[in-house]
């Protein structure tokens, strides 16, 4: 579990503003990827990437950011264009490609618009 | 679409009693399927998880049976216990993107 952290726990965001959430692994993990949690819902995709300076959409990218230029840092931006982002926001990093194996998750930063 | 559905969505159960948790899955070169468990407010964490070269996995309570064929698999919990109850998450590769894709969830509820 110590091995991926994400900050901050709980981020307040007014409207129109962008706010970045940061996750950052030790794991030497070539993964990361970026969930999104509503309320008695599952895990949607927002972002992932398999290795450094590259990165691919998931099923909800639109209103998001991300950027992928350290191997441990994964950094997720919320822009103004997310019209409804108050959620439970999780990372996770991996190893993927021909030998999948666990995610390891964050301890996810609550985001709650004002 | 490429999916994994996850059923049932809620599931009550009886301390002592068993629970099963059942997943599909879409994408044939689908090779590992992991189960995870989530309590509230928390990170979800791994339990248990099957490679598609066996058909089951047992660990203590919690065992997994994969039928490739039908492409589902199954999360079984024996003897539960008041603290078995969480949120259980299923997951599947969907190779065509490389990413991990999670079914919507089970909310287990163990009554004493």
């Known amino acids: 579990d110590g091995g991926i952290t994400q900050s901050p726990k709980y981020l307040f965001r007014k409207e129109g503003q962008n706010v970045t959430l940061s996750c950052e692994q030790n794991?030497?993990?070539?993964?990361m990827y970026w969930y999104r949690q509503d309320p008695g819902q599952g895990l949607r995709l927002i972002y992932y990437?398999?290795?450094?300076?590259?990165?691919q959409k998931g099923d909800i990218a639109e209103g998001y950011s991300v950027s992928r230029e350290k191997k441990e840092s994964f950094p997720l931006t919320v822009t103004s264009a997310q019209k409804n982002p108050t959620a439970f926001y999780l990372c996770?990093?991996?190893?993927?490609?021909?030998?999948?194996?666990?995610?390891?998750f964050g301890p996810g930063t609550r985001l709650t618009v004002l | 679409g490429e999916n994994v559905e996850q059923h049932p969505s809620t599931l009550s159960v009886q301390e002592g009693d068993s629970a099963v948790i059942k997943c599909t899955y879409s994408?044939?070169?689908?090779?590992?399927f992991p189960w995870y468990k989530q309590e509230l407010g928390k990170r979800p964490q791994l339990i248990i998880d099957?490679?598609?070269?066996?058909g089951e996995k047992k660990d203590q309570r919690i065992a997994v049976t994969l039928n490739k064929t039908a492409k589902h698999f199954s999360l079984h919990i024996t003897e539960t216990q008041p603290e078995d109850s969480a949120v259980y998450f299923c997951?599947?590769?969907?190779?065509?993107?490389?990413?991990?894709?999670f079914g919507a969830g089970t909310r287990l509820t163990v009554k004493p």
């Open positions: 794991l030497n993990h070539d993964a």
């Open positions: 997951a599947a590769p969907l190779r065509v993107n490389n990413d991990m894709r």
């Open positions: 996770a990093s991996g190893t993927s490609g021909t030998y999948y194996n666990e995610q390891f």
């Open positions: 099957i490679r598609s070269n066996v």
């Open positions: 990437s398999q290795i450094v300076n590259d990165f």
């Open positions: 994408d044939s070169a689908s090779n590992y």
